[in-house]
């Protein structure tokens, strides 16, 4: 069966049949794995002091070892669970249900520019930035003059340094202060927009008691972290619990951002959004070579397939994935760049975008756009390859 041959219809069917069929076995062993591997780590770790004692590099790099994969653990941790949700993400410093709900928010407005939840593109005027000039750049950013791009990149920065300051910025504050004031959240809510507060426009009136909850869970961990400081130490507090706290938000951030940020990537007006178009305006990419589909149960590589149907466990979202290529051909989005350097070139090449487009791509801070919305027929394709009504990929 090639790509040509199958219709949606039988891609949404298979994705709502057996895929979407949840074995409660093989959902809580990976949760249970990850909670002896994480226990592990830290049992190991509680032996470096006394080990190293006089060997200063070798315990800074054992201290590192430890921050490292227990971050990447955790983070594991964080993605598949949802049986003992609360529990598990009340430790991890996360509000489980405010976050469970902003989510689902999030899955139904995935790719819509004044209604997606997380990694809103910022406009030029929402950032502040120099005003469009007509004389010397064109709206989708393809034909930007060099004294232009000069102008932009020199009021915006893109010196290497600049870039890599403020993504470190991102990566160490940006998940709490996501939570906390809405960064990189819908510029469209109203000011002091939090994960906290109950009456949030986030949420509604049923969700009251879930919002309470999570604050609560919040809560008894900060009660749990002052204790633990109060008869030990907050030196070991940190060393073993706040420092992978901030390597699990790092994955968290990079992971999320990655997932949805790419100068290739689609955000829609309010009038050419829909849900299919949202979910597709994703991408899948290979994390770390083996993390990625071991430690963080493939959250990474299998992410569209998520977004087409989040009913879908991780244990079979490699299947959904492999009929999601063979059936959406060029529109499918992957990336097997290092993981790493994809995450600052992405940072750097994805600044801001222009109001006023139907479709928009984000631009570089020369102004520079890598890719346009293209009309045909009266409709739009995002990818320069459109679609007849039988499902059959068509190329111009």
């Known amino acids: 069966m090639v790509a040509t041959q199958r219709t949606s219809s039988s891609v949404v069917e298979e994705a709502q049949t057996d895929m979407t069929h949840t074995d409660s076995a093989q959902f809580i062993v990976p949760n249970f794995t990850d909670v002896v591997l994480l226990s592990i780590i830290v049992y190991a770790a509680t032996y470096i002091p006394s080990v190293v004692e006089a060997a200063f590099l070798l315990s800074f790099a054992l201290w590192n070892t430890y921050w490292f994969w227990s971050g990447l653990v955790g983070t594991g941790l964080w993605t598949i669970n949802n049986a003992v949700g609360w529990v598990i993400h009340s430790a991890l410093g996360v509000p489980y249900h405010s976050w469970r709900i902003s989510h689902g928010r999030h899955h139904a407005a995935t790719g819509h520019i004044a209604r997606d939840e997380v990694f809103v593109p910022r406009s030029r005027d929402q950032l502040k930035y120099p005003k469009f000039d007509e004389n010397k750049e064109d709206i989708e950013g393809l034909n930007v003059a060099k004294e232009r791009q000069l102008e932009l990149a020199e009021a915006i920065g893109d010196a290497p340094l600049f870039v890599l300051v403020n993504l470190l910025s991102q990566q160490l504050l940006g998940y709490p202060m996501y939570l906390i004031r809405n960064a990189s959240g819908q510029k469209t809510y109203p000011k002091f927009t939090n994960h906290f507060n109950p009456d949030s426009v986030i949420f509604d009136k049923r969700h009251r008691n879930q919002i309470i909850a999570s ?16 008869y030990r130490s907050f030196a070991e507090v940190a060393t073993y619990y ?32 829909t849900f299919p178009r949202g979910a597709l305006a994703t991408i899948d990419r290979n994390c770390l070579g083996f993390i990625g589909p071991v430690l963080l149960h493939g959250i990474c590589e299998t992410h569209v397939s998520h977004h087409i149907s989040s009913k879908i466990p991780h244990y079979n979202a490699w299947k959904a994935t492999d009929a999601l290529k063979e059936f959406l051909g060029p529109h499918y989005q992957k990336r097997d760049d290092n993981f790493i350097a994809a995450l600052y070139r992405t940072y750097r090449d994805c600044r801001f975008v222009d109001e006023g487009l139907e479709v928009v791509f984000f631009k570089n801070a020369s ?30």
């Open 367 to 396: 102004g520079v756009a890598q890719m346009k919305g293209k009309f045909e027929g009266g409709s739009v394709s995002d990818s320069g390859v459109d679609m007849s009504a039988d499902g059959k990929a068509k190329t111009n």
């Open 215 to 230: 604050d609560v869970g919040i809560a008894l961990l900060f009660a749990a972290l002052g204790t633990w400081t109060h």
């Open 242 to 273: 706040l420092v992978p706290y901030l390597w699990v938000n790092h994955w968290l951030v990079s992971i999320t951002f990655l997932q949805h940020t790419d100068p290739f990537l689609p955000h829609y007006s309010n009038s050419l959004w």
